[in-house]
């Protein structure tokens, strides 16, 4: 019997696709999952006279595969993924390449890389996004981890990936050890705050303009064939038009309790440990956690006033000015997570292509969107931009829109409609473009009850003083440092 040219490990919906996938581009796969009844099924399923090998132990699946061997593990992120390692290494020979495929931590995958490489085998760490579809049809692939292991699995990862308009894959080498999972974290925290947007904008629609779901769907229709076209207003087009049995809209029925999976969470602890103000996907990720508190808002809701929505003005103006708000804060979404990865990419060593990664998320993901392409070329002529928002094209839009913006987010306060997103969005931009902030003031503060010392507008960077503010605190200041 022929052997395969990857072993896969993990039949839940994602793994099955991404066999099948495969599968479909000529390559021949071995699959092998713990409850060995998954294995029969698909088998004798979907996988029916394809070149798919069913095996029914980790050393029948090793034994089936060419060398050097491919194993990839779909399975649930944490323990498992270490479990399979652990079990894997001994059956596998030198040179050969455990590829993790699930929603792992980055650390996770910066720890596993080593603990791999010791062992004298190869890791691949990568993200995979566009969720059951996108596996089934060309997701964006994000690998990371073992440099040598990258031409081994080049050509199956790029035959199975979304592609371009150009032909061009959603797939290349991102950097070493973690930098796969870490921009795959980056991309679901920006997918955070893209949801968040569409969902205030609705929000404001519904409560503000008084709109009916077909008036909305209407305008998402309308919007993504624009600047706005994504795959996140195109489901959104969809959801709105969806009708229940009884025909009134389905959306309307949903309970207002957001999940969450922990990748949003992991980005703004991220840009914690990092320094970098990810404030509207942070802000994303809160508003999440406040939907969750249904009860608490309903018993609150009886108890604490507000303003009553209301409006006589130009509909059709508010809307063209809700595209515009939600085009630039789109945009800070963006800025704030390249943000994060530069600094990410300092921290770890890590040399990633920006240019690249926009490529990589043009198609199959989650957050594919027309600008990805605006955002390749930013970098393509610039690979040092510290910003999205000072490459001239982004700049211009965010400036042209600024004012649509605000009359969007007084709108928004004015009327009570929490829109955290938009403002967190507008206030980061006016904070950046600030020549001068308050922190001057916080600063003298923290020198006042701690002894923390400030720097001076007439003295030199780095050089820091402490002042006795009551007379009576002494010249002792504390050792300066920063988080």
């Not at 060398?67 to 290494?89: C, E, N, S």
């Not at 990419?345 to 240019?355: R, S």
């Not at 993901?365 to 955002?375: D, P, Q, T, V, Y």
Request: glycine share 10%; hydrophobic share 40%.
């Amino acid at each position: 019997m022929s052997k395969a040219d990857l072993g896969l490990i993990g039949l839940a919906v994602m793994g099955e696709n991404l066999v099948m996938n495969m599968e479909s581009k000529g390559f021949t796969v071995a699959v092998y999952n713990r409850t060995t009844e998954k294995v029969t099924n698909f088998i004798e399923g979907r996988a029916k006279g394809k070149n798919i090998i069913g095996t029914y132990s980790l050393e029948e699946l090793v034994g089936s595969l060419k060398k050097p061997r491919k194993v990839m593990l779909m399975v649930k992120a944490g323990q498992p993924v270490d479990q399979f390692i652990d079990m894997l290494i001994p059956l596998l020979e030198p040179g050969d390449i455990i590829i993790d495929g699930g929603n792992s931590h980055f650390p996770d995958t910066i720890r596993r890389t080593k603990y791999v490489e010791e062992k004298g085998l190869l890791y691949i760490g990568t993200g995979v996004s566009g969720g059951e579809e996108g596996a089934l049809r060309g997701p964006s692939l994000m690998p990371g981890g073992s440099p040598a292991a990258w031409p081994h699995v080049k050509s199956i990862f790029q035959a199975i990936a979304a592609k371009v308009d150009d032909g061009s894959p959603c797939c290349d080498w991102v950097g070493e050890n973690g930098a796969g999972h870490f921009v795959k974290m980056v991309h679901n925290g920006i997918e955070y705050g893209d949801m968040q947007l569409i969902c205030e904008a609705y929000h404001l629609m519904k409560d503000v303009l008084g709109m009916s779901c077909d008036e909305m769907h209407e305008v998402f229709k309308e919007w993504n064939e624009g600047d706005l076209n994504s795959y996140l207003i195109e489901i959104t087009r969809d959801i709105l038009a969806y009708k229940d049995e009884d025909g009134t809209p389905l959306v309307e029925k949903i309970l207002d309790t957001a999940g969450q999976k922990g990748t949003g969470k992991w980005t703004g602890i991220a840009a914690l440990d990092e320094g970098v103000p990810l404030t509207m996907i942070g802000e994303a990720v809160f508003a999440r956690c406040l939907s969750a508190m249904k009860e608490e808002r309903v018993a609150a809701s009886k108890v604490l006033s507000g303003p009553q929505p209301s409006f006589s003005g130009d509909k059709k103006a508010v809307i063209e000015d809700l595209r515009k708000a939600l085009y630039a804060a789109k945009i800070i979404s963006y800025a704030q997570g390249y943000m994060l990865m530069r600094a990410a990419a300092q921290t770890y060593g890590w040399n990633l292509n920006y240019g690249g990664i926009a490529l990589m998320w043009r198609g199959g993901c989650i957050i594919r969107s027309r600008f990805l392409g605006k955002i390749k070329e930013a970098f393509d002529k610039n690979p040092e931009l510290t910003n999205l928002i000072l490459d001239p094209f982004f700049k211009e839009k965010v400036e042209s829109a600024q004012e649509s913006w605000r009359r969007i987010c007084t709108l928004a306060l004015t009327n009570g409609i929490p829109m955290p997103a938009f403002t967190s969005a507008l206030c980061y931009y006016d904070g950046y473009r600030s020549a001068r902030l308050p922190a001057n003031l916080l600063q003298a503060q923290r020198d006042y009850f701690g002894a923390h010392t400030y720097e001076r507008v007439d003295q030199p960077r780095g050089k820091f003083f402490h002042t006795n503010w009551t007379g009576h605190g002494g010249t002792t200041s504390a050792s300066t440092y920063t988080v």
